[in-house]
């Protein structure tokens, strides 16, 4: 289940609220049997469509239901919902680290094979607190929510020479929205509004989406919007579940990071 992370504290007070919309992904596998598959696939789906935002929020949203339906379907109806919950986190953290996985239900077993990864070109559209950020570089599409595991400093471009904007202690709970493409640094904020860079060692992925999914944030103030160049991230992956009473079930399919840290994903 995905769970919504606290804001780090350095944070709280100099970040406005922001509109959230869509689902953080947690009902995906609320329904199961003959429905499990299209009803998982198409939340997931609508999840990741609806973060592609904007105006056309709705008819993203709408899209990528359609898509994640078919995705679903073929797997999801065999499974339960404990299994189905089990799949689904399996095939997450093989999106998120680049490794394959294996799990193990009640009823079935399965993992999650990275057969492939590719980049591609994209552009982002981030919304920038001003009086924090100095320099913003070109972005990898690195993005999730993270945990800081050792005291940092979050400083207002990517490199030591950049002036301290704030520290984070051990144990805070942050966003990332990208990775500066020299791999050194990460962009990191709450709220949808990036604040500063931090290194990545200091830093754990949650292999969850942002804390907020799909947020808009609106210019106010010293936060303003830049679209980027940046590099996306895509996998293809191969599901194989086997279940305990025989038979198995395999299906691949291609997913692509979105600037919140969810995937959109097609069958291959």
Same mark, same amino acid.
């Given at each position: 289940?995905?769970i919504?992370a606290?804001?780090?504290?350095?944070?709280?007070? @100099?970040?406005?609220?922001?509109?959230?919309?869509?689902?953080?992904?947690?009902?995906?596998?609320?329904?199961?049997?003959?429905?499990?598959?299209?009803?998982?696939?198409?939340?997931?789906?609508?999840?990741i469509?609806?973060? $592609?935002?904007?105006?056309?929020?709705?008819?993203?949203a709408?899209?990528?239901?359609?898509?994640?339906?078919?995705v679903?379907?073929?797997?999801?109806?065999?499974?339960?919902?404990?299994?189905?919950?089990?799949?689904?986190?399996?095939?997450? @953290? $093989?999106?998120?680290?680049?490794?394959?996985?294996?799990w193990?239900?009640?009823?079935?077993?399965?993992?999650?094979?990275?057969?492939?990864e590719?980049?591609?070109?994209?552009?982002?559209?981030?919304?920038?607190?001003?009086s924090?950020?100095?320099?913003?570089? @070109?972005?990898?599409?690195?993005?999730?929510?993270?945990s800081v595991?050792?005291?940092?400093?979050?400083?207002?471009?990517?490199?030591?020479?950049y002036? =301290?904007?704030t520290?984070?202690?051990?144990g805070?709970?942050?966003?990332?929205?990208?990775?500066?493409?020299?791999?050194?640094w990460?962009l990191?904020?709450?709220?949808?509004?990036?604040?500063?860079?931090?290194p =990545?060692? $200091?830093?754990?992925s949650?292999?969850? =989406?942002?804390?907020?999914a799909?947020?808009?944030?609106?210019?106010?103030?010293?936060?303003?919007h830049?679209?980027?160049?940046?590099?996306?991230?895509?996998?293809?992956t191969?599901?194989?579940?086997?279940?305990r009473s025989?038979?198995?079930?395999?299906?691949?399919t291609?997913?692509?990071?979105?600037? @919140?840290?969810?995937?959109?994903?097609?069958?291959?």
């Amino acid at each position: 289940m995905l769970i919504s992370a606290q804001t780090s504290p350095a944070f709280a007070q @100099d970040t406005p609220e922001a509109t959230q919309q869509g689902d953080d992904g947690s009902n995906e596998c609320t329904a199961h049997k003959t429905t499990t598959g299209a009803v998982v696939g198409l939340l997931l789906g609508a999840l990741i469509g609806g973060l $592609a935002g904007g105006k056309n929020a709705a008819q993203n949203a709408l899209i990528g239901g359609l898509a994640g339906a078919s995705v679903g379907g073929l797997i999801g109806n065999s499974l339960d919902r404990e299994d189905c919950e089990r799949y689904r986190q399996s095939r997450l @953290d $093989a999106l998120y680290s680049g490794q394959s996985t294996r799990w193990e239900g009640t009823k079935a077993t399965g993992e999650t094979q990275v057969l492939s990864e590719e980049n591609q070109a994209t552009t982002l559209d981030v919304a920038v607190d001003e009086s924090k950020i100095e320099v913003m570089p @070109d972005l990898i599409m690195v993005a999730g929510n993270y945990s800081v595991i050792s005291d940092t400093i979050v400083r207002s471009g990517p490199e030591d020479k950049y002036r =301290p904007v704030t520290a984070l202690g051990k144990g805070d709970k942050i966003d990332v929205f990208g990775q500066a493409k020299d791999g050194k640094w990460y962009l990191v904020g709450v709220n949808g509004v990036s604040k500063g860079f931090v290194p =990545p060692s $200091a830093l754990q992925s949650e292999r969850k =989406p942002v804390s907020r999914a799909a947020v808009v944030v609106a210019e106010a103030g010293t936060i303003k919007h830049r679209k980027l160049a940046a590099t996306g991230i895509c996998r293809t992956t191969q599901q194989t579940v086997s279940m305990r009473s025989g038979g198995d079930q395999r299906e691949v399919t291609r997913s692509c990071m979105n600037p @919140d840290g969810t995937w959109t994903t097609q069958k291959v």
